[in-house]
C-alpha cells in the first residue's frame, strides 16, 4: 500500500534506490529487526529467478524469462545494530500464566502452542508442517524437518514424545490423518505460524496489562525452554538436538 506504484512494475526494473526507499520507511516508523528481515527476504526473491537462469532444474520450475541480470537489493546494507540478539527469558510464574492462559484460546492455537513447548521450544513452521506420517506413537518419536539455512534438503529431526505430550499428539493425529498435518482446521491446509505468533502477542499483551508478565514474543518462549532445561542439568549437545542448532557436521548428518 505504502509503493502502489511499484506494484505494477516488472521486477527487474526495479532499482536499488527504490529498495532503499522501502526500507527507509521502516526504519522512520521506528522498525529495526524487521528492515533486515525484509531485505533478507527480497535478495533472496530476487537471487531466485538470477540462479535459475544457469539451473536447468530451476528452470524448469520457474521458468527462463525474468530479464533480472542484477539483484537490485544487493546495493543496500543490512544494519547490524538492528541485529541485536534479545536475552529475554521468562520467569517461571511467568510461564504458568502463559500456559494457563492458553485454556482460552481455541483447541488448535491451545495445542499447538503447548506442544512447541512440551518438545522442548521448537520453531513453529517445522511443528506445523509435521504430518500424521511423521508421528509414531509407539516408538513415542515425532519427526520434523529441518529446512533452516542453506541445506539442499530438509533435515530429520526426531524427537521424543513426553508422556504428558502423548494425549495431544494423539488427538490431533485422529483428528488430521491426511496430508495437512496435524494442526489444520480444514484439513486440506496446515495452520499459519502467524495464526499462533499473533495469539502469543495477545496472550503477551494480557499478561503485561494484569501485571503478571513482562512483555515477550515467540522467540522468547524458545529461548525460555532452551535456558530451562540447561537449568534442569540437560548437556549442551543433547539440548543442540532438541532444538536442532547447528547439526550440520558428517556425523550428525550420515551417522548418529
Not at 22 to 43: H, P
Not at 167 to 177: E, G, H, S
Not at 200 to 221: C, G, Y
Request: hydrophobic fraction near 45%.
Amino acid at each position: 500500500e505504502p509503493f502502489p506504484e511499484l506494484i505494477g512494475r516488472k521486477a527487474g526494473s526495479i532499482t536499488g534506490g527504490e529498495i532503499v526507499a522501502i526500507l527507509k520507511r521502516m526504519t522512520e516508523a521506528g522498525v529495526t529487526r524487521g528492515v533486515n528481515k525484509l531485505r533478507a527476504f527480497l535478495l533472496a526473491a530476487f537471487n531466485l529467478p538470477i540462479k535459475a537462469e544457469g539451473d536447468p532444474r530451476a528452470a524448469v520450475a520457474l521458468g527462463q524469462d525474468f530479464a533480472i541480470i542484477a539483484n537490485p537489493v544487493a546495493l543496500t546494507r543490512r544494519i547490524r545494530e538492528f541485529d541485536r540478539a534479545s536475552n529475554r527469558v521468562l520467569k517461571e510464574s511467568e510461564l504458568r500464566a502463559f500456559w494457563k492462559a492458553l485454556d482460552d484460546r481455541s483447541p488448535m492455537v491451545r495445542d499447538a502452542l503447548r506442544l512447541t513447548l512440551m518438545l522442548g521450544g521448537q520453531r513453529l513452521a517445522q511443528l506445523l508442517r509435521v504430518t500424521a506420517h511423521d508421528v509414531d506413537l509407539q516408538a513415542g518419536v515425532i519427526r520434523l524437518h529441518d529446512a533452516k539455512g542453506q541445506r539442499t534438503q530438509p533435515r530429520e529431526h526426531a524427537l521424543p514424545v513426553p508422556v504428558i505430550a502423548k494425549a495431544i499428539v494423539k488427538r490431533l493425529v485422529d483428528v488430521n490423518p491426511g496430508r495437512a498435518g496435524l494442526f489444520s482446521s480444514d484439513g486440506e491446509r496446515p495452520m499459519n505460524r502467524d495464526t499462533l505468533t499473533a495469539a502469543v502477542i495477545d496472550i503477551a499483551k494480557t499478561l503485561v496489562e494484569e501485571n503478571k508478565a513482562q512483555p515477550f514474543s515467540m522467540r522468547d518462549l524458545r529461548r525460555t525452554c532452551e535456558t530451562m532445561l540447561a537449568a534442569m542439568g540437560i548437556s549442551k549437545d543433547i539440548r543442540a538436538q532438541l532444538q536442532s542448532h547447528g547439526l550440520g557436521g558428517v556425523q550428525d548428518l550420515h551417522y548418529d
